[in-house]
């Protein structure tokens, strides 16, 4: 799919692209770190109608709604396409030295050079989780390297 980025002066920057039903959508970030998503009907596609706004964080949200469940698909799309890349699975579980503290505390790239892509709690995602994200017995870490990594993550979750 292809997406358009047009610099508005002024404004900030648009990204807009066609849906499947041939409709252009359009999401302007404004310089005000606020968002807005727009639809440009066929009969004047210079005419733009406001769908919704969105303050930074709600952007953010949705977008880890709406990433989430592509996150898996694609890591295990790149998988496929690089020989020796692997996802995996590591659970918290109760007896992890790691429940209640920060996940850079793991060290687990640096140590296993795999990486922690995304933490599972629940029915949320967090997608791309910084060093300060804490975890929590049950979060599950998405893992990508390769066998041996992913394995020396679960050794250093599980203790």
């Known amino acids: 799919m292809d997406v358009n980025e047009v610099l508005l002066p002024g404004v900030g920057l648009r990204y807009e692209f ?8 359009g999401v302007v970030a404004q310089r005000s770190g606020e968002f807005e998503l727009v639809v440009y009907p066929r009969e004047d596609p210079d005419e733009a109608h406001p769908v919704l706004r969105l303050t930074n964080e709600e952007a953010d949200a949705l977008a880890e709604i709406l990433g989430a469940p592509r996150i898996a698909e694609r890591f295990a799309d790149l998988t496929r396409e690089v020989p020796g890349l692997n996802a995996g699975r590591v659970e918290v579980g109760p007896g992890s030295p790691y429940s209640g503290r ?37 979060d599950v870490l998405v893992v990508i390297g390769t066998r041996e990594g992913i394995a020396g993550v679960q050794r250093i979750v599980q203790g």
């Open 102 to 138: 920060p996940l850079g505390e793991t060290r687990a790239r640096s140590r296993t050079g795999a990486s922690i892509v995304a933490v599972v709690r629940g029915e949320d995602v967090i997608a791309s989780p910084g060093p300060a994200q804490g975890l929590q017995v049950g």
């Open 18 to 25: 066609i849906n499947h039903e041939g409709d252009r959508i």
